[in-house]
């Protein structure tokens, strides 16, 4: 069989249904709203959950960075990307976030991937959730040492497994604090207390935590009251902080190292003016109108998981950020995508090898840019038309 025969994707289910919900190619995008031909949907499928991806302010933060700085500073950042803005703008997010020090990359996906070979050797044992993201796990893996995956959001489980790690030399424990697909936070006190008690190294994927979770936003470690942080930290800044990149963040000596020692950091391109520009204006809004912000993701999401699950189908997850619908099969996922979106609505649906075979699960996250009024309509739709009861 030659390499491109092999290299290929099934897509039979979505020719049968006549509908592929993925690479879908939108013309413009509002505030809570996409542009497909000359067609606005209702936006329950990005992680904006903020809706500041399109604030004026913001857009005006990332225009005047570039125009200081340029479209790219084309360099890495131990070369010419290290402006003035984007270290300070790395000080910044530690201090949000509630960690010592950072350093910030293109994407988040970057910033996972790089980290564990700088960090952990053949001699090393990971322990990892189950459910991690594609991104963590290609991390870890390619690490080449023992990886142990625990059940999700299991502490009996971690902990029996960390009584086995004792003959390695060093032991982390992986796990993300909201997880997307699931839609649940992870028990992360409880985490951080087994690796204190196992002389483990904790690292926490914050992305969908950062800008959501905590009494100001500032993600997992103000949510659990978690001070002195000695694990590692990394968060997407493509998600409530509406631009793009990645940060890992730490003690600093730690983050110290990393400046020098790892090569996915010093090899890459900065993150571009404009994305610090704009992650400048979303922690200025951050900072002073989070609780408004939040209430209206709540309440949204509120609205749409009562119409949902008050009205036969089985919603999962503890957060208050995200609807994650269990659907079952790939087709039985698809089809729930098309029927939303048939009705005006983009959502995304996750099927194998996202998540286990017949595990499909369609997500919503009804973000702050979409009004309370909308939502409501939204839910009448969803009681009227896509559950067929009047
Ligand atoms: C948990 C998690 N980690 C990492 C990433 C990657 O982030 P980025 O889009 O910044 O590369 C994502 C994005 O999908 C994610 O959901």
Do not use: W
Request: charged share 20%; net charge negative.
């Amino acid at each position: 069989m030659s390499l491109y025969n092999r290299l290929k994707i099934d897509m039979s289910v979505a020719d049968e249904l006549s509908f592929n919900p993925y690479y879908i190619a939108t013309k413009s995008h509002k505030s809570g709203s996409f542009e497909i031909d000359k067609k606005q949907y209702v936006d329950l499928a990005s992680n904006d959950y903020l809706g500041l991806s399109t604030d004026k302010r913001v857009l005006k933060g990332s225009f005047d960075a570039q125009n200081d700085f340029g479209a790219s500073l084309c360099g890495t950042p131990i070369a010419t990307g290290n402006s003035m803005r984007f270290s300070t703008l790395a000080d910044r997010l530690a201090g949000f976030a509630g960690v010592e020090s950072a350093v910030l990359f293109p994407s988040c996906f970057q910033a996972n991937t790089s980290l564990f070979t700088s960090i952990a050797g053949v001699e090393d044992v990971i322990l990892i959730d189950q459910f991690a993201h594609a991104s963590l796990i290609q991390g870890v893996k390619s690490v080449g040492c023992k990886v142990m995956p625990f059940l999700h959001n299991n502490c009996d489980h971690l902990e029996k497994l960390l009584k086995r790690t004792s003959k390695y030399r060093d032991v982390f424990v992986v796990t993300e604090s909201v997880f997307s697909t699931e839609g649940s936070i992870a028990p992360y006190d409880k985490i951080t207390g087994l690796c204190d008690q196992y002389n483990a190294t904790a690292v926490i994927d914050d992305s969908h935590g950062i800008g959501v979770l905590g009494e100001n936003g500032r993600g997992v470690l103000e949510h659990f009251n978690i001070e002195n942080y000695k694990g590692i930290y990394t968060a997407s800044l493509g998600k409530a902080l509406a631009n793009s990149g990645g940060m890992i963040g730490g003690p600093k000596e730690f983050i110290d190292y990393l400046r020098y020692g790892c090569p996915g950091l010093i090899y890459s391109t900065a993150l571009i003016p404009s994305a610090v520009g704009g992650l400048e204006s979303v922690l200025d809004i951050i900072e002073t109108e989070f609780s408004d912000l939040r209430d209206k993701l709540e309440k949204n999401r509120e609205i749409l998981h009562n119409s949902l699950a008050h009205n036969g189908f089985t919603v999962i997850g503890n957060s208050k950020s995200i609807i994650s619908v269990k659907c079952g099969s790939m087709k039985d996922t698809i089809e729930l995508a098309r029927t939303f979106f048939n009705y005006g609505m983009i959502t995304t649906p996750f099927v194998e090898p996202s998540v286990p075979v017949n595990k499909g699960v369609l997500r919503i996250i009804p973000g702050a840019g979409i009004s309370i009024e909308r939502c409501e309509d939204i839910a009448e739709i969803i009681k009227k038309n896509i559950l067929g009861i009047s």
